[in-house]
């Protein structure tokens, strides 16, 4: 299928009703192709697990205009069917066929200077604790630096 609309077209069918019942349903499964317009943006959403976050997403069911109510897994089970020759791929289908490249595993830290403390201020209070320059609770410590940080600026 080329495009969402052929898509909902398709469940018209199967399921009754008018394609615009079952638009957004398609349109978010290849809500993708905005960042990759290639048969790979379909790695995000076209899996198992995309048709569990479109049962979140759109709820359970979906009451098409003829009164039906149609489970959305059923569409988009369909949706990433006409997609995927006919299977339904787990996340790990398409996960394990990514090319591994450097930067992907290569993470580091930042090196954090300067008296401040940088990301998660749990870390420097623990390291105050630790030391021994603080007895005070991390909620006390955070509001003694905000008030040193006040009148020091």
């Not at 469940?11 to 349109?27: E, I, L, N, T, W």
């Amino acid at each position: 299928m080329a495009h969402p609309l052929h898509h909902a077209e398709s469940s018209a069918r199967k399921f009754g009703g008018v394609p615009s019942d079952y638009q957004a349903v398609h349109d978010w499964f290849d809500a993708s192709k905005e960042h990759l317009a290639l048969f790979t943006h379909r790695a995000m959403r076209h899996h198992a697990q995309g048709l569990f976050d479109a049962e979140r997403v759109f709820g359970l069911t979906l009451t098409n205009s003829a009164g039906r109510d149609i489970p959305v897994r059923w569409i988009g089970e369909q949706h990433v069917r006409e997609d995927c020759q006919g299977r339904i791929p787990s996340m790990a289908d398409w996960l394990r066929r990514i090319q591994p490249e450097p930067w992907m595993a290569n993470g580091h830290i930042d090196r954090h200077s300067g008296d401040e403390p940088c990301g998660d201020p749990r870390v420097a209070w623990a390291s105050e604790v630790a030391a021994g320059r603080t007895v005070l609770g991390l909620k006390d410590w955070m509001a003694a630096r905000a008030t040193q940080a006040t009148q020091s600026a």
